[in-house]
């Protein structure tokens, strides 16, 4: 049993029976280009990246206290820049560059996995005048527009194993080659894009089954059986922060000491938060506040009313996300819509997991939250595309005569 692929057809509505008049189309300036929604949900989100970032790193730098914070509002300003370019794109325009985009993708990666900077044992970014630029990043965008169109071409062999095996490799490839610099958190979320885009094809249950007794598998040979022969799958900070997850009461190690600090600070903000007076934050001792525990910050700055409000802000985007799918006008944009609410939700989901200790280090930033202007500007790309999806299915409907649903 597997779930009816969509069919682009169906999904931009059944054709006219012969002798039927067309219904008239609605003027296109009726039609809402955007999702406002979806909107209000990131300039929120931006807004608290901003004020947290700036509270963050008030005393980072001395004589600059809004160093960080005018950075972070630099990223998103150029980031709605972009957003709105990509939104009045039609997107069915990227299904024909796929090939173009997906090369471009692993040659960025290698670009940077040869010449980029070395940062703290990994080489995963390409210093720019104003930013570093991360390849692996900007990847999360590129897999999903490149992986849906080949989804698309494939769409009518489902049912097919090589089908599944093909876009889990094209999936594995730039998981594999991130994996190299090292960035595990990177080849996860590649991996789960992989997987949504099959599951969102309609995609045979029986071959998800597949996929886990494979990747169980793949995981029992690199924690067990491959270093146990003298193989080291996993760099020795990744153990430490496998090790800091499943003891979490030994705080001798950097990674146990870091999601110890992280609880505190959570824990200290209470109901309504400490704010200048989050200690934590103040004297430094939770690392990287930032940027990967940046939520582990609002938690104490403020309280769980910032905490809620933020994860709400966060159920509002995946929500419209989620409904954006059901608008597109075919198979692509759904298969977009789809990819990018995986994204979002994976991240956030490890992220806040691993600021209150439910899930393991991986390096994943908490989208639009978190200080970077990579991570910032591949994300306000992907609210860009899920606008375009969302402009494009509006549209389509009203050329239909249908009654446009909010």
């Known amino acids: 049993m597997r779930a009816r692929p969509l069919d682009d057809e169906l999904m931009a509505g059944n054709a006219i029976h012969a002798g039927e008049t067309a219904p008239a189309a609605r003027p296109r300036s009726l039609v809402l280009s955007f999702d406002p929604v979806l909107l209000l949900a990131v300039i929120g989100l931006a807004v608290c990246s901003i004020v947290v970032v700036g509270e963050a790193t008030?005393?980072?730098?001395?004589g600059d206290p809004h160093y960080f914070s005018q950075r972070q509002a630099t990223y998103f300003v150029v980031g709605f820049v972009l957003a709105a370019g990509l939104w009045r794109l039609d997107y069915s325009r990227l299904r024909e560059l796929r090939h173009a985009v997906y090369g471009f993708l692993i040659a960025s990666i290698l670009a940077v996995t040869a010449f980029g900077?070395?940062?703290?044992?990994?080489?995963?970014?390409?210093?720019?005048?104003?930013?570093?630029?991360?390849?692996?990043?900007?990847?999360?965008v590129l897999l999903i527009v490149a992986l849906s169109a080949f989804m698309v071409e494939l769409s009518r062999e489902l049912g097919d194993?090589?089908?599944?095996?093909?876009?889990?490799?094209?999936?594995l490839i730039p998981a594999g080659l991130?994996?190299?610099q090292p960035d595990l958190g990177s080849a996860l979320v590649y991996i789960v894009i992989g997987l949504a885009t099959l599951f969102v094809a309609g995609t045979p249950w029986r071959h998800f089954a597949a996929l886990g007794a494979l990747f169980a598998v793949a995981v029992a040979l690199a924690l067990v059986v491959l270093p146990t022969a003298g193989v080291n799958v996993l760099h020795g900070y990744q153990k430490d922060r496998l090790t800091a997850f499943l003891h979490p009461s030994d705080t001798a190690?950097?990674?146990?000491?870091?999601?110890?600090?992280s609880r505190i600070a959570i824990g200290a903000g209470e109901k309504t938060g400490r704010g200048d007076q989050a200690t934590q934050t103040k004297l430094n001792f939770l690392p990287e506040h930032h940027t990967d525990f940046i939520f582990a910050v609002v938690g104490e700055r403020w309280g769980f009313a910032g905490a809620a409000?933020?994860?709400?802000?966060?159920?509002l985007l995946i929500w419209r996300g989620l409904r954006v799918l059901t608008m597109a006008k075919n198979l692509y944009g759904a298969l977009i819509a789809g990819g990018i609410v995986a994204m979002l939700l994976f991240q956030v989901f490890v992220n806040v997991g691993m600021n209150v200790g439910i899930m393991p280090i991986t390096g994943i930033p908490l989208p639009l939250m978190s200080y970077g202007g990579s991570s910032i500007l591949t994300t306000m790309l992907a609210v860009g595309?899920?606008?375009?999806?969302?402009?494009?299915?509006?549209?389509a409907q009203a050329s239909k005569g249908r009654v446009l649903t909010f």
């Open 253 to 261: 190690s950097k990674e146990g000491y870091q999601q110890n600090q």
């Open 161 to 171: 194993r090589r089908t599944t095996a093909r876009i889990m490799l094209l999936a």
């Open 385 to 395: 595309l899920l606008q375009s999806v969302y402009a494009q299915g509006r549209a």
């Open 178 to 180: 991130v994996m190299l």
């Open 309 to 315: 409000l933020v994860l709400s802000l966060y159920a």
């Open 117 to 140: 900077s070395v940062a703290r044992g990994s080489r995963r970014a390409i210093d720019l005048p104003f930013f570093s630029f991360q390849a692996s990043e900007l990847g999360k």
């Open 58 to 62: 008030a005393d980072d730098i001395a």
